[in-house]
């Protein structure tokens, strides 16, 4: 069973810094996919960025990258020039190949302050 | 381009109602999830669809959930005798045949159970 740990429960950033959330994650299984979503008081699930665990490079989206330590099982999401629009929960998920079903973390609230 | 849709966004109801909630996917798009998520977590699968079979359903889904996808369009999630502890969003996720692993989410029904 796969298992992701966010162990940051809420942050607290000055806007337009940068800042980093983490995700550890747990598979026996050599092929996955680590995913983060951010979920706004609306309650959608917004994709941000995707890791694929043979990617040999880490994963950016604009001011999303993802660092991807495979040694090390962690996958942390940083955001770059944070804006107050970036002020939500944000989760860190993973699947196997061949199914696109979804384990989440916890998340992790991110406060942006003005 | 329309996302996914879900109704109704809030329903409140007494313990021992039943409740249903409707998803409506993004159109093509074959493979719809349902997921639940309980104050302070992250979702959690409940169930998938392909088309109109349901090929996986977690242990979560009591035999008092029912879900279906009768023409492998929209997708409805019955809970009957509903108890204080269903009391959660639930979120459907669609996704089409040749992504990579990117669930596309709704805004989620809010279910409250008195």
């Known amino acids: 069973a796969q298992k992701i740990t966010q162990t940051q429960p809420g942050m607290f950033v000055q806007e337009k810094e940068a800042v980093t959330l983490d995700c550890t994650y747990d598979t026996s299984d050599p092929s996955y996919g680590l995913f983060w979503y951010k979920q706004p008081s609306s309650g959608e699930m917004i994709f941000l960025i995707y890791?694929?665990?043979?990617?040999?490079q880490n994963a950016t989206e604009g001011r999303y990258s993802l660092n991807f330590q495979k040694a090390r099982k962690s996958a942390n999401l940083v955001i770059s020039a944070s804006q107050l629009g970036d002020s939500a929960m944000y989760f860190c998920?993973?699947?196997?190949?061949?199914?696109?079903?979804?384990?989440f973390g916890t998340g992790t609230r991110l406060t942006i302050i003005p | 381009d329309t996302g996914v849709s879900q109704n109704p966004r809030h329903k409140i109801t007494k313990r021992g109602q039943n409740v249903t909630f409707r998803c409506d996917p993004i159109s093509e798009h074959n493979r719809l999830y349902w997921y639940r998520q309980t104050l302070g977590q992250g979702p959690e699968f409940l169930t998938y669809f392909q088309n109109e079979a349901q090929l996986e359903k977690s242990r979560l889904l009591s035999d008092r959930f029912s879900a279906e996808r009768p023409k492998g369009s929209f997708s409805t999630l019955e809970i009957q005798r509903t108890e204080q502890g269903d009391s959660a969003m639930y979120l459907c996720?669609?996704?089409?045949?040749?992504?990579?692993?990117?669930?596309?989410f709704g805004e989620g029904s809010r279910l409250t159970v008195l």
């Open positions: 998920a993973m699947s196997l190949f061949g199914n696109e079903k979804l384990t």
């Open positions: 996720a669609s996704i089409p045949w040749s992504n990579t692993g990117e669930l596309f």
């Open positions: 890791q694929g665990s043979y990617d040999q």
